[in-house]
């Protein structure tokens, strides 16, 4: 079953590129059986979200895109910078790969953070434009909100500084 | 609306050139490419904004090749390691 | 209808300049790797985002408009992931920089 959705998302992908063209398929079908097995490598068994949650999950992130915007903006326009950069660690508990990957590349996007590596596959370094703030909430959130994406239900407890 | 995409691309191509400042500057290799990774995005918009101007649909290819080529030039930089191609 | 269409691209093709101009002011102005990568994925992003979100009125069929918003989906996830790599090369050091 999700071998036929997959096949169908890059048939999909391939008229986005080629337009309606009945000529391109020549290439487009040999293509798409190739990016499937590759993606099936790739990936491996990993669950996908549902559609619904997927356009919540698309909203928030529209949202924050705009305030991550707005926020860097007005520290960099003042005439000096309203910065204190720093560290901060923070422990992951997502399980499911995709959403761990999807939880990282988010955090960059996100207003005021940006996600610098990985120590022991569960504890994330952030950067932070205002170290001083305490970020574990705010990751924490966005963390249960990549998790409700995938089906994963994370408890309120046991976030935060490691 | 032609007027108003081709004004808006003229804007984005002075933002590249600064941009540039950061290229020259550096002072590390991966502040260099930070600064080729936002003329590269702005380039993506100019191409997108010019396209519509001029109704050429083919430059929305050439940005996707461009958004494609960025991901692989950061990788291949962040891949490389000290004392690698020194010649 | 035409004309609030154009005030609404307007705006947006706007905004998605303004961005980019602040992202690229950052990435001159801010004092170390870490901050300029802040600049960097978060201008990227909504920039190219708002522009466009200003073009896809005009797109003149579907398969351009979704095309546009899968450049988008790209710019967007290389922009983290290629901040993350950066971001993680210069925490270890493990890269050329440190020869210079």
């Known amino acids: 079953m999700t071998i036929a959705w997959r096949l169908l998302g890059f048939c999909g992908l391939w008229l986005i590129f080629t337009g309606w063209n009945p000529g391109s398929w020549m290439i487009g079908v040999p293509s798409v059986l190739l990016a499937t097995w590759a993606y099936g490598q790739l990936v491996g068994d990993s669950r996908a979200p549902s559609a619904a949650r997927t356009l919540g999950f698309v909203l928030f992130f529209l949202r924050e895109s705009v305030r991550a915007g707005v926020d860097v903006a007005s520290r960099i326009l003042r005439p000096r910078m309203r910065i204190s950069p720093g560290f901060q660690t923070y422990r992951m508990r997502l399980a499911d790969p995709s959403a761990r990957v999807l939880f990282i590349d988010s955090i960059s996007l996100l207003p005021g953070t940006l996600s610098a590596d990985l120590v022991h596959r569960e504890e994330i370094r952030v950067h932070a434009l205002d170290a001083t703030l305490d970020l574990a909430p705010e990751l924490a959130d966005l963390e249960r909100r990549v998790g409700r994406l995938f089906g994963e239900e994370l408890t309120k407890e046991k976030h935060g500084h490691v | 609306m032609s007027e108003i995409f081709t004004a808006a691309a003229v804007v984005l191509v002075l933002t590249m050139a600064a941009g540039l400042v950061r290229v020259v500057v550096g002072p590390t290799p991966a502040d260099r490419m930070m600064g080729v990774q936002l003329i590269g995005t702005t380039g993506i918009a100019v191409l997108l904004l010019l396209g519509f101007a001029f109704e050429m649909p083919a430059l929305a290819d050439v940005a996707l090749v461009f958004a494609l080529l960025a991901a692989v030039s950061v990788t291949a930089l962040t891949r490389r390691r000290v004392g690698q191609d020194r010649s | ?100």
């Open chain 3, 1 to 100: 209808m035409e004309i609030l269409l154009e005030t609404v691209s307007l705006l947006l093709v706007g905004a998605g300049a303004f961005f980019f101009a602040v992202g690229t002011l950052g990435l001159v102005r801010l004092p170390d790797l870490f901050c300029r990568l802040h600049a960097l994925t978060k201008a990227d992003n909504l920039g190219l985002g708002l522009v466009i979100a200003g073009l896809l009125p005009w797109a003149a069929d579907p398969f351009l408009a979704l095309k546009l918003v899968l450049i988008w989906l790209l710019v967007m996830l290389s922009g983290a992931t290629g901040s993350y790599l950066i971001a993680k090369r210069a925490l270890r050091g493990d890269g050329e920089d440190l020869l210079e």
